[in-house]
């Protein structure tokens, strides 16, 4: 039997990361890449960050499914929470618990934080705010509904304003907008 190339290797990198959670200190960067890989896995520590209490794998299971499906958890199907339920249980929370990032009493069903948990928080800090939740979009939109109202009152001849001023005040406007989200996404940041 040939030795594999890789097994040695990777036996010595899961001895180190282990211990380095273990340390309760901090993770490695591309541990912290490899658990943030698997959007059930991002899920779950989003929905760990707004409970501070232990949560039900059930109360879980429902909120990753009704996210994964873009519905309410009154609106799921039972496929659709078992589905969820069954990979959370057999796969995501025993590799999070034991990489020390939760803590998964599978007896009980309840999951809890560690001190390793907001170590993520940057990293989720995005995936929390959806597109919806975007206003610029709707400005942009409005910048366009107004150069069409001023195009259309323009061309039906209701107001005497000559092409090349409607002209610059559309680009003038799209220029104000777009400075603006542009000053704006630099002050966020």
Known sequence: ??????????????TSRASTADDDSSLDPDDIYHI?????RRDVLRYLRTNDDPVLLSDLAEQVAAWEHDTT???????????VYISLYQSHLP?????????????RGTITATDLTPQFDPYLA???SSASDD?????YAGTVGCS????????????????????VL????????TAVHVYSAFAEA
């Open 1 to 14: 039997m040939a030795p594999s190339a890789s097994s040695p290797r990777s036996v010595g990198e899961e």
């Open 73 to 83: 958890v009154e609106n799921l199907h039972s496929d659709q929470r078992q589905r």
């Open 135 to 139: 206003p610029w979009p709707y400005r």
């Open 95 to 107: 590799k999070l618990d034991t990489r020390g990032i939760i803590n998964y009493d599978k007896d």
């Open 126 to 128: 995005g995936v929390e």
């Open 36 to 40: 943030l890989q698997t959007r059930r």
């Open 148 to 167: 069409g109202l001023l195009l259309a009152v323009t061309a039906s001849g209701l107001v005497s304003v000559p092409w090349l001023a409607v002209s």
């Open 170 to 177: 559309t680009v003038l406007a799209f220029a104000v907008v």
